[in-house]
């Protein structure tokens, strides 16, 4: 695990000759228009193959029985009308499919017989995120997608050549800091400074380490004797246990590779995550947007001082900062996240009549507030510790079952702007209730002392 502070490469116009995203044209016209890449066809006339793989994975048994009662000659007729129509569409999505950056906004223009105009607010960006597929990567292309707050689907760009996005992600976050127009395309890419790299090597060995691996692995050498024994059938045996012996590799297979060689820096636009092993994926943790940082601690990594750090950013899909990481480098990245927050030494336990709520386990709940941030921690196996800013705080709730009234214990929950919860468990009820004013008092505080949540600022 690598900690390094030397500066990136300065921001620079783009090697390829473009000249940034469109913008207004001269003389004050309407912005002009750009298409995408010309590799775009060729991923769009997929589109009519894809539909007849999922006709065909929906009624197999028709699939089949249609297939079986085709000639050589119609089978040859339809693939020599197939293949140009699916060439013919690609081209034909491509030739109508528009974008260009106004003043305020990105427009992208759709449609082959039905338009679609997306009119994309810049001051609206929540993150501009890059990603290379493995086709995309031996192309030279790649796809940009923005996360807009008040928007769960990601709208895109696919594809632009390589030079061409990363220009265009420049230009858009340089034109959401407030950038004029004139100016933004100029700025080029903001200077990184390197945080954290995660080794292959440590990132193979944690997911080794990870109790979902040994779990499939172990329902994959239990399950199969069970069956063998219960039903002496070598295809029932088969049938259970080799996707359950396919799960337990593909789901760390899947993490390895989704998580390989990944980067994390910091820019004045945010956090710069890099990552991947075949689809290369340049993520932006938003400024500002973070509502929970949650430090995650499998049992079988304490020994060795590791950790993952996840997220819930509102209106955003990126929720792994650090997939693992020794604690105090993990504990540097998330000062960067959450400036001026210091992660809680020490958490207060339930009291100890919460055992009689939630035998042996009230134990792996905790409780700290401090200046800055409501620390929460539940778990015994595998710990989870959630850190929401005060400012981030939506509202606070206090709950009080029967017999959680009759043991004197209360939860406090603490809602944020991602639509999650944190909750403080098992509180002595006097407790809660103290709590319950206090964190409703930090809350509006923090909110009025906050910084305003711009790219660049």
């Not at 390094?4 to 620079?12: H, L, V």
């Not at 990870?210 to 172990?218: D, E, I, K």
């Not at 994926?281 to 929970?292: A, S």
Request: hydrophobic residues 45%.
């Amino acid at each position: 695990m690598t900690r390094d502070g030397a500066e990136g490469a300065k921001g620079a116009a783009p090697r390829d000759g473009s000249k940034g995203a469109g913008g207004a044209a001269p003389g004050g016209g309407p912005p002009s228009e750009r298409r995408l890449h010309p590799f775009t066809p060729f991923r769009r006339a997929w589109a009519p193959v894809a539909v007849i793989a999922g006709w065909a994975v929906h009624d197999p048994n028709q699939a089949q029985e249609q297939l079986t009662r085709l000639t050589t000659t119609a089978l040859l007729v339809g693939l020599a009308v197939f293949v140009p129509g699916a060439a013919l569409y690609g081209f034909l999505s491509w030739w109508f499919t528009h974008f260009a950056v106004t003043g305020t906004e990105l427009r992208i223009r759709t449609g082959l017989l039905f338009r679609r105009t997306a009119h994309i607010r810049l001051d609206r960006l929540q993150a501009v995120d890059v990603t290379q597929p493995l086709l995309a990567r031996v192309a030279g292309v790649a796809k940009l997608r923005l996360d807009v707050i008040g928007t769960d689907k990601k709208d895109e760009l696919a594809y632009l050549g390589e030079g061409e996005a990363r220009a265009l992600r420049a230009e858009l976050l340089a034109r959401a800091a407030g950038f004029a127009p004139e100016t933004a395309h100029e700025i080029g890419e903001a200077p990184v400074r390197r945080l954290l790299h995660v080794p292959p090597g440590v990132l193979a060995v944690s997911l080794i380490l990870t109790g979902a691996t040994w779990g499939s692995l172990a329902a994959a050498v239990v399950v199969p004797p069970l069956l063998w024994f219960a039903t002496h059938s070598v295809w029932t045996v088969l049938a259970t246990g080799l996707p359950l012996l396919g799960a337990a590799g593909a789901s760390s297979v899947g993490r390895f590779v989704g998580e390989y060689d990944w980067t994390v820096g910091e820019s004045p636009d945010g956090l710069r995550i890099d990552h991947g092993l075949l689809d290369r994926t340049h993520e932006t943790v938003p400024p500002g947007r973070v509502q929970t940082v949650r430090i995650v601690e499998p049992l079988l990594w304490r020994r060795l001082g590791w950790v993952r750090v996840e997220l819930d950013v509102a209106g955003s899909s990126n929720s792994v900062l650090v997939p693992v990481a020794p604690r105090e480098i993990a504990e540097s990245v998330i000062a960067e996240v959450l400036p001026g927050v210091t992660v809680p030494s020490s958490l207060s336990r339930p009291p100890r009549r919460a055992g009689w709520c939630l035998p042996v386990w009230w134990r792996g709940y905790g409780l700290a507030v401090t200046d800055t941030v409501f620390a929460a921690r539940h778990g015994l196996l595998r710990r989870s510790l959630s850190l929401v800013p005060h400012a981030k705080v939506q509202s606070v709730r206090l709950t009080q079952g029967p017999w959680k009234r009759l043991r004197k214990v209360a939860d406090v929950h603490v809602d944020t702007g991602a639509d999650k919860t944190v909750t403080a468990r098992l509180r002595d009820a006097e407790e809660a209730a103290r709590l319950l004013q206090s964190q409703a008092d930090r809350s509006r505080t923090g909110r009025r002392e906050a910084l305003p949540d711009r790219w660049m600022a």
